[in-house]
């Protein structure tokens, strides 16, 4: 990621949490330990083995986005619009169209509205479906409503790498920027799959949590914890090459230093059991920004709160940082806040990650009481903490064996 002539670094950011809509919201509520877990209202759960989620409940789709775009959009979509909008405001960014692209990763794209549409076409007695469906639901649509909404004609992607998606989003936005190809780019993460199959089948691979209780939900690196709660929402960064964002006096929040990305090549839901692939991940972030581990301040975990994913991600971060500073270096996680959003939550991880270079603050891992041996980690349990920080870490670990880590530092 070293570059002798240029840096990569951040000018705006936007968030749809479940915890808060818009950056500061997301980031107050973050820091005062509040959760966004709560009882399905999407669907009638009665018979179901999950009746939990971490829903946005008010959310209004982007006033500079006309009406009648919005009600042919799929949900994430519109989250990805959303965050995307506040990412532009925030930077000041006057956009030259062909000079400002997109990359925009989603876990399942519209896969809620697949199945809603399909019932419906089911329930129909004419037994015919809207012709908008299919522009709806494709994954890449998101992006593309995004170019439109903002007039960006420059490089435009969809990824998907599972839970990592976000993760190299930025990434790919960094790597096109290098090339010279575009003056500024906005990393995208959007999620919205709250419906029955989706959960349905999470619960039944035993990655998502059983029952009714949120107190009980979302307990990363907890010995008594069983599961995640899936999450839903948008979030959004601006990158720009450090030459553009200072010519027009715009605000930095921090530089990409790292980037790291591999696949364990092991098992389609179940990582390498001592952590190989991740720490290989986190070896070549490290390596990419010119950095050792202990020059790494705080690490923003995956930590979905699944009894082998926490374990085998604290064995990465052992077998990187050793035993006494993988003990000794903050590494939070924010699923108990937020739930698990895939794609969303790596890219609200790493604005979390920029804010805490930014208040010099780390979020705290809810939920928590009982140390697990598995997971011997200093995880800012519940509680939000000053420290010093210059350069942080954000991991996300998806299924597919597909591994992402970000490094950021302070913009000096």
Request: a negative charge; proline letters at 6%; aromatic letters at 6%.
């Amino acid at each position: 990621m070293s570059n002798p002539t240029e840096r990569i670094v951040i000018t705006g950011m936007g968030a749809v949490t479940p915890i808060g809509i818009g950056v500061e919201s997301y980031w107050r509520n973050l820091l005062l330990g509040k959760s966004g877990i709560g009882p399905i209202t999407r669907y009638d759960t009665t018979g179901m083995a999950t009746h939990l989620a971490a829903e946005i409940h008010e959310f209004t789709p982007p006033e500079d986005i006309p009406a009648k775009f919005v009600s042919r959009m799929a949900l994430f979509t519109q989250y990805a619009c959303a965050a995307a909008g506040q990412a532009l405001r925030d930077s000041g960014l006057t956009v030259d169209p062909k000079r400002t692209g997109i990359v925009l990763g989603t876990a399942l794209g519209g896969t809620a509205d697949v199945a809603e549409g399909q019932e419906a076409l089911l329930r129909s007695p004419q037994k015919k479906s809207s012709p908008s469906f299919v522009p709806k639901i494709l994954s890449n649509m998101a992006s593309s409503q995004v170019a439109i909404a903002y007039g960006l004609r420059g490089p435009n992607y969809t990824l998907s790498t599972a839970c990592a998606s976000g993760d190299d989003a930025v990434g790919l936005s960094s790597m096109i920027l290098y090339s010279g190809r575009a003056d500024a780019m906005l990393a995208v993460g959007c999620e919205a799959v709250t419906c029955p199959v989706v959960v349905s089948s999470l619960a039944g691979s035993r990655v998502m949590i059983p029952g009714d209780d949120p107190k009980n939900a979302g307990r990363p690196f907890d010995l008594h914890r069983n599961g995640f709660v899936l999450g839903e929402g948008g979030g959004a960064l601006l990158l720009e090459t450090e030459s553009h964002a200072k010519a027009r006096g715009a605000h930095i929040y921090g530089v990409l230093l790292g980037y790291g990305n591999n696949n364990d090549a092991f098992h389609i839901t179940t990582p390498r059991p001592e952590g190989e692939g991740g720490a290989d991940c986190i070896y070549l972030a490290l390596e990419s920004a010119g950095l050792a581990p202990s020059d790494i301040d705080y690490i923003n975990a995956h930590g979905t709160g699944t009894p082998i994913g926490d374990a085998t991600e604290c064995a990465a971060v052992r077998a990187v940082f050793g035993d006494e500073l993988a003990r000794k270096i903050p590494m939070s996680s924010l699923r108990g806040a937020t739930g698990h959003m895939m794609a969303a939550g790596s890219i609200t991880d790493s604005i979390a990650c920029l804010l805490a270079l930014r208040d010099q603050i780390l979020p705290p891992t809810l939920h928590y009481e009982t140390p697990d041996p598995d997971c011997p980690i200093d995880c800012v349990p519940n509680q939000a903490r000053k420290a010093e920080v210059n350069i942080v870490m954000n991991n996300a670990f998806g299924f597919g064996g597909q591994n992402a880590s970000l490094i950021f530092g302070k913009y000096e």
